[in-house]
């Protein structure tokens, strides 16, 4: 089971680029990092998924070392509206019963004015 | 919209009682997901289905329980309702085996108050 560690909160400023380390030492060979975003009291939303290298889409790029044990969501030129908590999970959802994905803590990311 | 619709969105009840929270996954999605998030805590896992089948139970708790039926809609019952049990309840969904995309799509939640 791949456990997730990310750090607890981040603060920054309208209009700067926000990058969120998640750690995942144990990933396995078929396991995709996805992460999420989630405003209060909504669900979860999908952001971006990858499985090695760099990724990137309309809202966010995504960092994958070569060993995989780590990942980096970058998010540009932040605004207000991105303020929310942030998830990474890894796992593969196709094949994984849903007690292999297992939702980190998150990361309550601040964007200030 | 993630096509993910849970109902009701909003239920307010008292201790010792019971309630049925009802999730329609996205159109052609196999896989139903159910999460209890309580105040300002992460996302925890309670139980999934697969195509009408349990695939995998997490911290779900005796009282509760789940079902998906032929249409693949899905229905957690929760039953004698404890003050700890007010929380958001989340509905996901994913193709799962048969589909290619590695994704799960959360509905919007039903937010449960017990009194």
């Known amino acids: 089971l791949a456990k997730t560690t990310q750090p607890i909160s981040m603060d920054s400023y309208e209009g700067q680029e926000v990058n969120i380390t998640c750690s995942h030492n144990?990933?396995?060979?078929?396991?995709?990092i996805t992460w999420y975003q989630q405003f209060p009291s909504q669900g979860p939303r999908f952001i971006i998924q990858?499985?090695?290298t760099k990724v990137t889409n309309e809202v966010a790029s995504l960092f994958i070392p070569a060993d995989r044990k780590s990942s980096t969501l970058s998010l540009p030129r932040v605004s207000l509206s991105d303020t929310a908590v942030y998830y990474c999970?890894?796992?593969?959802?196709?094949?994984?019963?849903?007690?292999?994905?297992?939702f980190g803590g998150g990361t309550r990311v601040l964007v200030k004015p | 919209d993630s096509g993910v619709t849970q109902t009701p969105k909003h239920l307010i009840t008292a201790t010792g009682q019971r309630v049925t929270l009802r999730c329609s996954p996205r159109s052609g999605d196999l896989s139903v997901y159910w999460y209890q998030q309580s105040l300002d805590q992460g996302l925890q896992f309670l139980i999934q289905?697969?195509?009408?089948?349990?695939?995998a139970k997490g911290n779900i708790l005796e009282r509760f329980s789940a079902q998906q039926f032929p249409d693949l809609h899905s229905e957690l019952n929760l039953s004698s309702l404890e003050l700890g049990d007010s929380a958001l309840y989340f509905c996901a969904s994913s193709a799962g085996l048969a589909g290619e995309a590695n994704t799960q799509y959360f509905g919007p939640g039903t937010r449960l108050t017990v009194l």
């Open positions: 990858g499985y090695k």
């Open positions: 999970l890894v796992g593969d959802i196709r094949r994984a019963a849903g007690n292999k994905l297992t």
């Open positions: 289905y697969y195509n009408g089948e349990e695939r």
């Open positions: 144990n990933i396995a060979t078929n396991d995709y």
